[in-house]
């Protein structure tokens, strides 16, 4: 028997070749399509979680305006509305300025100093 003489019944390199092709470029395809799939089930879980947490950081804002209008209120009973709110406005800007300062402070420094 000649060994390179195809048996009957099996099928020739070129067809085996052929076959091998198209299954690896439908392994491609379905890999493809497990990624996109997972991408998409990743953008819907983050894009939930963002507007979480925008509801949760507006609510936060409102919980905070509702203080410092208390504040103002409170104060006003003691100095005048003039006087609290400036007090009040002032004491706020200032902290703002310093987790600004603070802010860029750490913009600015060296990592691991």
Excluded: C, Q, W
């Amino acid at each position: 028997m000649d060994l390179r003489e195809p048996v009957i019944g099996e099928p020739s390199i070129p067809h085996l070749v052929a076959r091998l092709t198209h299954d690896a470029r439908d392994v491609a395809r379905a890999e493809i399509a497990l990624a996109k799939a997972k991408a998409g089930a990743a953008a819907t879980r983050y894009k939930k979680a963002a507007v979480l947490f925008a509801v949760a950081g507006v609510l936060a804002l409102a919980a905070l305006i509702t203080l410092l209008v208390g504040l103002v209120l409170t104060l006003a009973t003691l100095i005048g509305p003039g006087l609290a709110t400036a007090a009040v406005v002032g004491t706020v800007l200032l902290v703002a300025l310093v987790l600004g300062l603070a802010g860029r402070s750490r913009l600015n420094a060296r990592p691991g100093a």
